[in-house]
């Protein structure tokens, strides 16, 4: 009996940790809102949520700072009067000091140095009346997401804002 | 068995009253098998309709749903109260009342899954991706301990799988996109890591069938590794980051410690212990070896693993090693004569030549197989 009482203990405290982790980003991290556009928010199989595509997705290394065997690009952003975050510049190393998105690289254009990014925050899992709304709403006008990051660029998201 | 019954009653090793003994006996065995296989699926029917109720009962518009879903904390505290309750009431009946061991045991793999929903559940709140390793790695921890609490074959070969899953996407999420990382080391890190863990003499001497399973997973592994390398047109990466070197570091502190802790150290041991240090050394080394060797080296492994299994399974007269073997001499035929044979032989003689070999083959491990029966029946 006291093994079966341990591994729900064990289950909770496990639950626990990880909602712990996930909720530090979201508590502790810088809160910036970021413009949003949606797609194909609806899937049979994993339930509703929302695509979402950004306007830091898109990189352009101009300053040819990105190395082709990098995987991810730390990308530095800079707010404006109505804390929407714009990107700033970019590294292939941690920056210090600065608001920075952790970026994986998904797809290479080497041709005219354009990357497409992805920060972990592309779902947005709601309800199935939200996800239709959220559908209508964000494919025609761009919407914004208010996110938070934490000092190692880890992003969450906290909400969508609709136009 | 009535078959062979009779058979002996003839050949004079039991008399009649032994035989009509031996086959009521046998009779009785039978039938309740069969009530046992039964009760079990009429369990696992019972089991899977409740946890789908479950489901539905969740999603269902009703207003206790409408309650339960109007806060995350709701649906999360749902989903581990139903959990726990599969495991606690699994536990009572299959090990404090022991009228009801089946059911038990069902509601007990229920709550594996119930409590693999919930991990879902909190990568839904939190916007994850489904192929995110840590949930699965999360549900793999959340699980594995049950297996061995309650010896339980089933959610430690589901333990298995969800650790396979979350080794791959960690990669993937790691983006190791080179065919080195995916063809080789992947396979190798999995393969190793599980004949690892089959061979802790504490695993292997309280949980054997948990090590049988392990090794057999670590070889099928190493044997696609190895399949793979035939194929090998050498790689473009040139050096190793120490977030791949540490892995294969302490697979090696691991089968040390095994053969060092191990009291028994049979001949096996010391050949499969070997076996992982040569796979390591092969690991780390490819990178810098020509094509030639590459697949020279992969092609003496594969017919070391499959002639050892062979002299296993005949030396210990273990079916398994030698049916394993058999697969994999199988496999090992038809990819080579896809290969080769597609090259230099026309359309149809291919398919001929193919198909006869395949069938010579065929009635050679039938005839092995009769001998083999024959011989444990003597």
């Given at each position: ?49 929302a ?7 898109t ?36 920056p ?11 797809i ?20 199935t ?6 559908e ?28 | ?130 192929d ?99 194929f ?73 693993i ?24 199988s ?26 070999i395949?069938t ?14 024959k011989?444990?029946?003597?």
């Amino acid at each position: 009996m006291k093994k079966v009482i341990y591994i729900i203990i064990l289950w909770a405290l496990m639950s626990i940790a990880f909602c712990i982790n996930q909720e530090s980003i979201k508590i502790l991290g810088t809160k910036v809102l970021l413009k949003t556009s949606a797609y194909d928010p609806r899937d049979i199989l994993r339930g509703d949520y929302a695509n979402l595509r950004f306007d830091i997705e898109t990189l352009y290394d101009n300053e040819n700072k990105i190395d082709k065997n990098d995987k991810y690009v730390y990308v530095i952003l800079e707010t404006d009067k109505d804390n929407i975050a714009h990107i700033k510049s970019y590294s292939n190393t941690k920056p210090k000091n600065e608001l920075f998105i952790k970026g994986k690289i998904y797809i290479k254009h080497f041709k005219d140095k354009k990357y497409t990014l992805r920060y972990g925050i592309e779902h947005y899992f709601v309800d199935t009346k939200t996800a239709k709304h959220l559908e209508k709403i964000l494919s025609s006008k761009n919407g914004l997401a208010r996110v938070a990051i934490d000092k190692s660029g880890r992003a969450k998201i906290i909400e969508i804002i609709e136009p | 068995m009535e078959k062979f019954l009779s058979k002996w009653l003839n050949e004079g090793l039991i008399n009649k009253n032994q035989y009509l003994d031996l086959l009521n006996d046998y009779k009785i065995q039978k039938e309740k098998t069969i009530k046992t296989a039964i009760n079990v699926t009429i369990y696992i029917i019972g089991a899977l309709l409740l946890g789908l109720g479950i489901i539905l009962f969740i999603s269902a518009n009703n207003w206790i749903l409408e309650f339960l879903n109007s806060h995350n904390i709701l649906k999360v505290l749902s989903m581990f109260f139903i959990s726990s309750i599969f495991l606690y009431g699994g536990y009572i009946l299959a090990y404090e009342k022991n009228k009801f061991q089946k059911l038990g045991n069902c509601l007990i793999f229920l709550s594996t899954l119930s409590i693999g929903g919930l991990i879902a559940l909190l990568g839904q709140i939190y916007n994850l991706r489904s192929d995110y390793f840590g949930l699965y790695f999360l549900w793999f921890l959340c699980i594995y301990p049950l297996a061995f609490i309650f010896k339980n074959m089933a959610i430690n070969i589901l333990s298995c799988v969800i650790f396979i899953f979350s080794t791959i996407f960690f990669f993937g999420a790691n983006d190791f996109q080179e065919g080195y990382i995916w063809g080789v080391y992947v396979p190798f890190i999995l393969g190793a890591l599980f004949y690892s863990v089959g061979n802790i003499p504490y695993i292997k001497n309280s949980f054997n069938d948990f090590s049988n399973i392990y090794k057999k997973i670590a070889l099928f592994a190493i044997f696609i590794l190895l399949i793979i390398q035939t194929f090998s047109s050498g790689y473009t990466v040139q050096s190793y980051p120490i977030s791949l070197i540490l892995p294969v570091f302490l697979l090696s502190l691991i089968n040390l410690s095994n053969y060092y802790f191990e009291k028994d150290k049979t001949p096996l041991l010391k050949l499969e212990t070997g076996f992982i240090f040569v796979l390591i050394g092969y690991i780390l080394t490819a990178l810098y070896m020509n094509v030639f060797l590459i697949k020279l080296i992969a092609n003496i492994l594969i017919i070391f693993i499959i002639s050892a299994q062979y002299y296993w399974g005949h030396k210990f007269e273990n079916e398994k090693y030698i049916s394993l073997a058999t697969k994999f001499l199988s496999i090992y035929l038809i990819v080579n004569y896809i290969r080769f044979g597609s090259q230099y032989l026309e359309g149809a003689s291919f398919f001929l030549i193919g198909g006869l070999i395949l069938t010579i083959i065929g009635i050679i491990l039938e005839k092995n197989k009769k001998q083999r029966r024959k011989g444990e029946i003597k």
